[in-house]
């Protein structure tokens, strides 16, 4: 085994995992300082990452700076380490840690709530923390075809809503603010969603690395509560609770087209090297 020295003088139980035979870390010489960050957060957590799974936080970090996406994320949740402890970390900083309620299954292939009474407080509002009305952004990575009437992200408030509603059978809602961009139905909710504000007349859709609706709408105000992810949080009471396992989610700054195309594909890169892509 060769002998990988940059662990040294970092926490044991954050760098303790070994290799195994023949898997080469990237940039072992100079690993990011907001992947050690990380990982130093889940290790003071309690939570456990295996080699591979550190691996592929090391090429997500670096993908998303080379692209220069980085800088537009407030919270990202990787749903590695198959704990709440690790789960609930925010790969970006040290704000917004998740906090999981009772009803959750945590799996290396991600987390699932129970449909009936769990949910991941992300404590973002997106009234007090989002950067601009027309700069905004959620995500969420989704492992399970189910169809039901259910929400897997969101924060409502009245008649502003920032939530994520995929449908087989009826209309698929994406909404930022009073703003829809809909969709007729999808044909599986196993995919990567995102909802884009980037600009005061446009809500986008993606579905994994397809636009799928772009709604001309002007955007009023975003609701004054924290999105929950497994269910949405509506007007500060837990409803629409979702049973689709959930790999990775977002939140942060709008992106340009060509951003949620690279985010895609960092994304992707990052769940298929941990073996469970859609």
Known sequence: MPDFGIFRGF????????????????????????VLGFFT???N????????????????VYDL?????WD?????YPMIGASAAACSQNLISSSYTGTFSSGWTFASTGVTPNG?????????????????????????????NVNATTIDIGAEQGSYGTFLFPSLSSQTYARLGD???????????????????LSTTNTKYFLNNVKKADSIVSLTDYPN?????????????TTLYSNRQNAFASIGDGLTDTQASNFYTAVQAMQTTLSRQV
């Open 65 to 69: 700076k080379s692209y220069g996406i």
């Open 116 to 144: 009936t009474s769990a949910f991941m407080n992300t404590f973002f509002n997106p009234k007090l923390y989002a950067s601009s009305k027309n700069s905004f952004h959620f995500s969420v990575y989704i492992r399970s």
């Open 225 to 237: 509560y924290n999105i929950y992810l497994g269910a949405l949080n509506s007007n500060g009471s």
């Open 11 to 34: 926490s044991n139980k954050a760098f303790s995992d070994k290799l195994f035979a023949g898997q080469t870390p990237i940039n072992l010489g100079s690993i990011d300082s907001d």
């Open 72 to 76: 537009s994320m407030k919270a990202i």
């Open 45 to 60: 957590a309690g939570g456990i990452l295996s080699a591979i799974e550190k691996q592929a936080i090391i090429q997500l």
């Open 41 to 43: 957060r889940v290790a």
């Open 179 to 197: 703003s829809y961009a809909t969709l007729t139905s999808i044909l599986d909710t196993k995919a990567f969603f995102q909802v884009i504000r």
